[in-house]
């Protein structure tokens, strides 16, 4: 890589993620362009490619990989394939920046950071773009002041109009919760030690047999308590709020109260729609300091250790809610690579 010459980037998965990052390089950040674009599905990747000067469409993400020019690579394709795209970065020695969930489950996730160990350097950013939001930096900035005193208690809501037709009870938790569970650990600096999960009932407008809401209780080694309330399928808005407790205080993000309107006799503002426009800053400068720390030989941002943390967090939340009860996180000690 040439760090005078814009970072060369391949995205895997061009689906709804992968092409709002392909959009994203190409047209919103600077220092970067796509070369490669990959997709099973090869019209959709020939589609993208056409758009963009000097990017090649590849239904392989390994070939893709190898190519000449192509120094970094975007993992957009769906959660159970990143093991095997980021084995294939790490056998070039690629930089990564790989979308949640780092993997499904916490064995894969450890077999990663096994492999990115071996190499002896990160090479990962995993894509948990709430720590680029500017509202979650304000308020990890305040808890990092101290001047609210120790955290207590993280009310986290997470709400998206509709789930998609594939999506399952432990998507819930191992899709959506999985957010949340990053932006605690992250928040506090304290790991999750234990998961319960409560099911109000059903929502009527939930996809039959969907357990939708649920209603997770995270306890950390820390001695807090969050509390995320799951709910894909509220059919009015993309809300994802947090509140914090503290000893002296209190701080609330999430209200989208930006923009508040007074017209025709009422008052109020607008709900987003998805992720792609609540977020839209967060993951520009997510992209963005991906690009620059790249080319700088760094990396930066949630880790693989972050990502496996959050699976191994997911794992015994859907084991809480399959089976009933607590259910503790047992994680292997954090290696030194990531300390
Ligand atoms: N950070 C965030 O807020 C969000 C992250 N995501 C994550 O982004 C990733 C992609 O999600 P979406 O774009 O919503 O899914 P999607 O279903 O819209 O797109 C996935 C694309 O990957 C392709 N694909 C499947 N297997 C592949 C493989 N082995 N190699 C290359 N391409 C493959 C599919 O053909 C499809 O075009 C997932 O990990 C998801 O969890 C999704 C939504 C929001
Ligand atoms: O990552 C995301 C989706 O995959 C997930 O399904 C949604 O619940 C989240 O809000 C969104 O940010």
Redesign the pocket.
């Known amino acids: 890589m040439n760090p005078h010459e814009p970072l060369r980037v391949a995205v895997i998965g061009t689906g709804r993620m992968g092409a709002d990052h392909v959009r994203r390089i190409d047209r919103v950040i600077s220092g970067a362009r796509v070369t490669a674009v990959v997709d099973i599905d090869a019209g959709r990747a020939q589609a993208l490619a056409a758009d963009i000067e000097g990017c090649t469409a590849h239904t392989d993400p390994a070939a893709a990989m190898a190519a000449a020019d192509v120094d970094a690579v975007v993992v957009a394709s769906p959660g159970p394939a990143h093991e095997a795209a980021l084995l294939t970065a790490f056998a070039h020695d690629l930089p990564v920046l790989c979308e949640?969930p780092l993997t499904p489950d916490a064995a894969s996730a450890l077999r990663l950071m096994e492999a990115e160990q071996a190499l002896g350097h990160r090479r990962v950013q995993v894509g948990f773009m709430r720590r680029y939001d500017a509202e979650y930096v304000r308020l990890k900035a305040l808890l990092e002041s101290g001047q609210l005193g120790r955290p207590l208690m993280l009310h986290n809501r997470?709400r998206?109009v509709a789930?998609p037709p594939f999506?399952t009870s432990s998507?819930l938790i191992s899709?959506?919760v999985s957010?949340d569970v990053d932006a605690t650990r992250w928040l506090l600096g304290h790991e999750i030690s234990a998961v319960t999960v409560l099911r109000p009932t059903a929502s009527a407008g939930a996809p039959e047999g969907l357990t939708d809401p649920q209603f997770v209780v995270l306890e950390t080694d820390g001695g807090a308590i969050s509390d995320v309330e799951i709910f894909?399928n509220c059919g009015f808005g993309?809300q994802?709020q947090a509140e914090v407790v503290c000893e002296r205080g209190t701080a609330r993000i999430g209200d989208g109260r930006a923009l508040v309107t007074h017209m025709a006799g009422r008052w109020g503002g607008t709900i987003t729609q998805d992720?792609t426009d609540r977020?839209a800053q967060a993951y520009d400068d997510e992209v963005q300091t991906w690009v620059d720390t790249t080319r700088r030989g760094e990396v930066t941002g949630p880790s693989t250790w972050d990502g496996y943390a959050a699976a191994a967090v997911c794992e015994a939340g859907v084991r809480a809610l399959e089976d009933g009860g607590r259910v503790a996180v047992d994680l292997v000690e954090k290696p030194a690579l990531y300390r």
């Open positions: 949640k997470h998206n789930s999506f998507m899709d959506s957010h894909v993309y994802v992720w977020f």
